[in-house]
């Protein structure tokens, strides 16, 4: 009997120890019960019924007299247009369109149908903003939709100025986004202004940065742009009013976070990215998605709304719980500049068994820049550790605490098969450049000469032979320089 | 000698009894390799150095760091690139299902672990041919790695498999690794090339297409036709490009004109609006009317390909320098 118990008691040794309880980060349907429930909020689609010959002919007389001088009949013909505005928008819509009429009519056709102000017109101005081929009248479009009320219409425009590229239209942008609170398009009228093409798109790009500068209460454009991007000047506005309709229509933006194709999945997070940052509450809901490509793209959406998403911190660090969402959490919590996730980060640094949120935990702890970190990255950087995570250590550290040996490996790295060599030569370039404004007397020479290594002709894709050049000259620099 | 009493007998038995117990609860099973953690393709280079070294030289292998690669992706500030350049495996999401992007080992790029593990608690490790559970990757036999659904999950972003569809070659049974994966020296028992030769292996590019010229009146109609490509030609729409080019045929000792060009197979990005999908579905034949006094004499016509869309000076291409030749021409008076 003794025997017997002996040996229940070996089988019962045997058996493995109750696992640590984990907390289990509950996923839920959110975002297709939200669009549903504001479906009801949506303008129903624009059915403008095609135009009969009639109305085109009366039209045409109108159109013909909002083209002549005289302004008493311009007054009239606008109020008959307003008075039937249903009848006329299909065929102001041709009209828009229509190649074969002057630009000075197709003009007044766009004027008119902004003088409508209805959602079948503010649609019809925005198809041709989308879609039509002539740059010039993209401009106008913008320019005369300018005021609108509708702002359900901002995640369009805000899909027009990511492939906008026509300067002048991209200044009209700027202005329209800024109707709805959004100075998403202040970014690229400085790019015109400094482009400096004609003095007309200059003086032009200027005006712009004056009149919104002094719109958002700011002192000018550079400040603008600036307090944008830090999410600073949102939360010195007062609280935009938004109606259900755009709410609606942003809740769609991010169910197409889950289609199939690419390019809407980055048509959708660029919208989203450059939303107002009320949207933050709806991507940190999202988060807790059922669907595993509305969580990671929902954190990337986050990641690259960087300061202004800041609210989302704490639903980030409990997305680090899910496996497949971690990683991106990870990266997004860098990019917000979450302190208090350092804890969490440099766990996830030491759990070897997941090298995805491994690697994405040192990059954050490196734009994070604790010094806290530093021993936690220095574990990760010792030599028996998988060498794309000693790189995003290594990377890291180069800010906090860059040794000799840190240098040495990113510089081995700008050489080495199969070795993201190009974050390296970034983290190392970055590093120049700090050092020499820092000492310029000491690392000026060293950065002019990592400038000139880049010998590809402006404009043209280096060959593969280039850039090994170029890598290898860059390391042979920054060896001498930094170490 | 004393007879056993019945306690010895008793112990004895129950002693029996528990090695027995004990044999079953700890016997060696029929050795399964020991789980192994798969951070990197390294890994499989031991055992599989052949389909390794193939590996290397593909473009897979390259899809993160080739130049052309990061100038059209922006060093991949174009973050929908990543999904697919540098890809979690494709079992974890599942066939029909887009993969997700990486953020470890990136210049791996499209690699072993991308197209053969096997997400956790699956029967075996890695996706392969054949059932060996005693092999260290423990490998499991999919059928899935031969179907064009599991090439889908990356190449339909670019519309390939939904132009393969449309063909023939799609009613014939004839998928992606017919023509890209084909097996070593044609032999079976050889497996498959890892190599994946496509748009950057000239000769299959050139394959894929025929030219033609001929006269019609005054004017010469140039013709491509694709008699060979599973798909559009070139694919890989927006990046890839492909334009004919004529020009008067150079008389004996005398130094040829330049290339004129005439036509564009190519699918837009999508901020070119003003640019029309020009791509030739398989099967079809494409007629170039060529309306130039200058052709009424012996000319030459030429089919370039191009990795990439843009000619440095647009107003004036060089062919020769920033394309590669696919066919060539001439047509007498």
Aim: hydrophobic share 45%; aromatic share 6%.
């Amino acid at each position: 009997m003794r025997t017997a118990l002996l040996l229940l008691a070996l089988l019962a040794g045997c058996e493995q120890p109750a696992a640590p309880s984990v907390s289990v980060f509950e996923l839920r349907d959110v975002v297709a019960p939200r669009v549903a429930e504001l479906q009801s909020a949506a303008v129903a689609p624009s059915n403008v019924a095609a135009p009969s010959e009639q109305v085109r002919e009366e039209l045409s007389g109108m159109l013909e007299t909002l083209t002549s001088p005289r302004s008493s009949m311009r007054e009239a013909v606008l109020e008959d247009l307003r008075s039937r505005a249903e009848l006329f928008v299909g065929a102001l819509a041709s009209a828009v369109e229509d190649a074969e009429q002057s630009a000075e009519w197709r003009i007044a056709a766009i004027e008119a149908l902004s003088w409508l102000d209805l959602p079948a017109a503010t649609d019809a101005l925005l198809q041709s903003l989308q879609t039509s081929p002539q740059p010039w009248v993209r401009a106008q479009c913008a320019w005369h939709l300018t005021g609108s009320k509708h702002d359900r219409i901002l995640p369009r425009v805000l899909l027009r100025l990511r492939y906008e590229v026509d300067e002048e239209t991209a200044i009209a942008l700027a202005g329209l986004l800024a109707c709805f609170g959004n100075y998403a398009g202040v970014d690229g009228v400085c790019v015109v202004r400094d482009r400096a093409r004609t003095p007309e798109l200059v003086a032009l790009a200027n005006e712009q940065l004056t009149a919104l500068a002094a719109a958002a209460g700011v002192g000018d454009g550079e400040e603008l742009r600036a307090k944008w991007q830090s999410g600073e000047l949102e939360s010195r506005l007062p609280a935009l009013e938004v109606s259900k309709a755009l709410e609606f229509e942003t809740w769609k933006c991010i169910q197409a976070l889950g289609e199939w194709d690419l390019r809407v999945v980055d048509d959708r997070r660029f919208v989203l990215t450059h939303m107002n940052a009320w949207v933050v509450d709806a991507l940190a809901q999202t988060l807790r998605d059922t669907n595993v490509y509305l969580r990671v793209h929902a954190a990337q959406c986050l990641e690259r709304m960087g300061p202004r998403a800041k609210a989302a911190g704490p639903q980030l660090l409990e997305a680090l719980g899910e496996a497949r969402t971690a990683s991106a959490a990870a990266a997004a919590l860098g990019a917000l500049g979450h302190a208090p996730a350092a804890q969490r980060l440099e766990d996830a640094l030491s759990n070897p068994r997941d090298p995805e949120l491994a690697n994405a935990a040192a990059r954050a702890l490196g734009a994070l820049a604790q010094p806290r970190s530093i021993p936690a990255l220095r574990r990760a950087f010792a030599p028996e550790l998988a060498a794309d995570l000693r790189q995003a250590a290594a990377e890291a550290l180069l800010a906090l605490d860059p040794s000799a040996d840190v240098v040495e490996f990113l510089v081995g790295r700008m050489t080495a098969a199969r070795a993201e060599a190009l974050s390296a030569e970034s983290a190392l370039g970055r590093r120049l450049l700090e050092q020499s404004k820092a000492q310029p007397e000491r690392f000026a020479g060293a950065l002019a000469q990592w400038l000139a290594a880049d010998k590809a002709e402006s404009g043209s894709i280096p060959t593969r032979e280039q850039l090994a050049e170029r890598l290898a000259a860059r390391a042979s620099i920054a060896r001498e320089a930094l170490r | 000698m004393q007879a056993p009493s019945l306690r010895q007998i008793s112990a004895a038995v129950l002693l029996s009894l528990g090695g027995v117990l004990l044999y079953f609860v700890f016997q060696p099973v029929e050795a399964p390799a020991q789980a192994t953690l798969f951070t990197s393709s390294d890994q499989c280079a031991a055992c599989h150095p052949k389909v390794f070294a193939e590996w290397q030289n593909s473009w897979h292998a390259r899809s993160w760091d080739d130049p052309d690669v990061l100038a059209l992706s922006n060093d991949f500030a174009n973050t929908d690139c990543i999904d697919c350049h540098a890809p979690r495996p494709v079992f974890e999401t599942g066939i029909g299902q887009r993969v997700l992007p990486r953020s470890a080992r990136r210049a791996e790029g499209v690699d072993c672990i991308s197209c053969h593990l096997l997400p956790e608690g699956s029967e075996g490790l890695v996706a392969g041919t054949l059932d060996a559970p005693s092999a260290a990757c423990r490998p499991v036999a999919k059928r899935e790695l031969a179907q064009v659904e599991f090439c889908a999950v990356c190449h339909d972003q670019h519309k390939t498999v939904e132009q393969w569809r449309a063909t023939d070659y799609a009613k014939r049974g004839i998928g992606c690794i017919d023509c890209h994966m084909p097996f070593r020296n044609g032999d079976p028992n050889l497996g498959r090339d890892h190599t994946m030769h496509g748009g950057h292996d000239i000769e299959l590019v050139r394959s894929a297409v025929r030219l033609s010229a001929r006269r019609e009146g005054s004017r010469v109609l140039a013709a491509v036709e694709n008699v060979a490509a599973g798909h559009h030609f070139p694919t890989d729409e927006r990046a890839r490009a492909a334009d004919v080019f004529w020009r008067p045929l150079a008389a004996a000792g005398e130094a040829p004109q330049r290339w004129r060009w005439a036509y564009r197979f190519r699918s837009p990005y999508r901020h070119e609006t003003d640019v029309v999908d020009t791509l030739l579905p398989a099967h079809e034949k494409r007629e170039i009317p060529i309306e130039d006094a200058a052709a009424a004499g012996a000319i030459e016509v030429a089919l370039f390909y191009k990795l990439t869309p843009y000619w440095k000076d647009p107003e004036n291409p060089a062919p020769e320098l920033e394309a590669q030749l696919v066919q060539r021409v001439e047509l007498l008076p």
